[in-house]
C-alpha cells in the first residue's frame, strides 16, 4: 500500500464528513479495534489494524480491500458490523458502494487432542521392542 504524507492524510481528513472526521479519532473505536485484536491474538498488529481502519475513514482503503488485508474473517466481521456499518450513511457514497453486515465469523476451532499411542509393553512393564539391558 502506498505511503501517505502528513499533508496528504491532512488534506484528506479536511475533505471527510464531520462523522468520519470524529471516527478517525474516536477512542471508543479504537477500543473496539483494541478489543477485536486481543480477542483473535492480534495484539501485536493493533497499530497497524487501527491505521488501516483509518484508512478506510479516509477513503484511501475500501472496506472490501480492508478485508483482504486483514485476513482474518472474525476481526472483519466485528469491525466491519460495529464500526463501518455504522458509518454507511458516510462510507457509502465515498466508495460508491453500499456497505451491510457480515455474518459474525468464527474463531477456528481449537485442534481436538487425540491421545497419544502408547507403545506395547512387555510382561513385566517394559518396552518390548527394547532389548534388556545386562
Same mark, same amino acid.
Given at each position: 500500500?502506498?505511503?501517505?504524507?502528513?499533508?496528504?492524510?491532512?488534506?484528506?481528513?479536511?475533505?471527510?464528513?464531520?462523522?468520519?472526521?470524529?471516527?478517525?479519532?474516536?477512542?471508543?473505536?479504537?477500543?473496539?479495534?483494541?478489543?477485536?485484536?486481543?480477542?483473535?491474538?492480534?495484539?501485536?498488529?493493533?497499530?497497524?489494524?487501527? #491505521?488501516?481502519?483509518?484508512?478506510?475513514?479516509?477513503?484511501?482503503? /475500501?472496506?472490501? +480491500?480492508? %478485508?483482504? *488485508?486483514?485476513?482474518? $474473517?472474525?476481526?472483519?466481521?466485528?469491525?466491519?458490523?460495529?464500526?463501518?456499518?455504522?458509518?454507511?450513511?458516510?462510507?457509502?457514497?465515498?466508495?460508491?458502494? #453500499?456497505?451491510?453486515?457480515?455474518?459474525?465469523?468464527?474463531?477456528? /476451532?481449537?485442534? +481436538?487432542? %487425540?491421545? *497419544?499411542?502408547?507403545? $506395547?509393553?512387555?510382561?513385566?512393564?517394559?518396552?518390548?521392542?527394547?532389548?534388556?539391558?545386562?
Amino acid at each position: 500500500m502506498e505511503e501517505y504524507t502528513k499533508e496528504q492524510l491532512q488534506e484528506l481528513y479536511g475533505q471527510l464528513p464531520k462523522d468520519l472526521q470524529d471516527a478517525v479519532y474516536s477512542n471508543k473505536i479504537g477500543e473496539l479495534v483494541r478489543d477485536a485484536c486481543q480477542k483473535n491474538g492480534l495484539q501485536d498488529s493493533f497499530t497497524n489494524i487501527l #491505521k488501516q481502519v483509518g484508512y478506510v475513514f479516509l477513503g484511501i482503503l /475500501p472496506p472490501d +480491500e480492508f %478485508k483482504k *488485508v486483514l485476513n482474518n $474473517p472474525a476481526v472483519f466481521s466485528k469491525l466491519n458490523n460495529e464500526i463501518f456499518f455504522n458509518l454507511k450513511n458516510s462510507l457509502d457514497p465515498l466508495y460508491g458502494i #453500499k456497505l451491510e453486515k457480515v455474518p459474525e465469523a468464527k474463531h477456528a /476451532p481449537a485442534a +481436538e487432542k %487425540k491421545p *497419544v499411542p502408547q507403545q $506395547p509393553k512387555g510382561e513385566n512393564g517394559s518396552d518390548r521392542y527394547l532389548e534388556p539391558l545386562e
